[in-house]
């Protein structure tokens, strides 16, 4: 197959080529219109005197505030072990994984694949429990510096 000039393949393909051209049209302008959106709010929220790190450091407090609620257990092992750990299973695998040097079957056994799923699953789960609990202990220590820091500035303000 011969590949065409860069002309004739824009030609044969015109319709194609106009459908992606306004594809990237409309993303640009909604794109635009986002960022002179978020521009606006940041201008406003200056005016009142909020800044956009506070506003992050408030969104953080919120939503530290509902997840620790769980407490650490429930969160390590089944917001953090499940979903990181869900996220980890194709690392992990791809890691762990190898081909067996006299065959050209990965696994000689059905079994030997059902115990290899196994402990990719188990592997997983482990590391998303320990990236969890690291998780907490890092989000939890600044949550308490965040509203040490919070008491301390509400009582130089009284005073």
Same mark, same amino acid.
């Given at each position: 197959?011969? *590949?065409?000039? @860069?002309? %004739? %393949?824009?030609?044969?393909?015109?319709?194609? #080529? $106009?459908?992606?051209? #306004? @594809?990237?049209?409309?993303?640009?302008?909604? #794109?635009?219109?986002? %960022? $002179?959106?978020?521009?606006?709010?940041? %201008? /406003?929220? /200056? /005016?009142?005197? @909020? !800044?956009?790190?506070? $506003?992050?450091?408030?969104?953080?407090?919120? @939503?530290?505030? /509902?997840?620790?609620?769980?407490?650490?257990?429930?969160? !390590?092992?089944?917001? *953090?072990?499940? $979903? !990181?750990?869900a996220l980890l299973l194709i690392p992990v695998s791809l890691l762990l994984m190898k081909k067996q040097p006299d065959s050209d079957r990965m696994f000689p056994e059905f079994s030997d694949m059902m115990l290899f799923i196994g402990e990719i699953i188990l592997i997983s789960y482990i590391l998303g429990c320990v990236i969890g609990r690291i998780k907490w202990a890092h989000n939890e220590r600044k949550y308490k510096s965040i509203a040490k820091f919070s008491v301390e500035f509400t009582s130089n303000i009284s005073e």
């Open positions: 197959m011969a *590949s065409k000039p @860069i002309i %004739a %393949a824009i030609k044969d393909d015109f319709y194609f #080529f $106009l459908l992606n051209a #306004f @594809i990237v049209a409309v993303a640009s302008w909604s #794109f635009y219109d986002d %960022a $002179l959106l978020g521009l606006k709010k940041v %201008a /406003e929220m /200056e /005016e009142k005197g @909020i !800044t956009p790190g506070s $506003l992050r450091v408030l969104d953080f407090v919120k @939503i530290w505030g /509902e997840k620790r609620r769980v407490g650490v257990k429930k969160y !390590t092992l089944f917001n *953090s072990g499940l $979903l !990181t750990g």
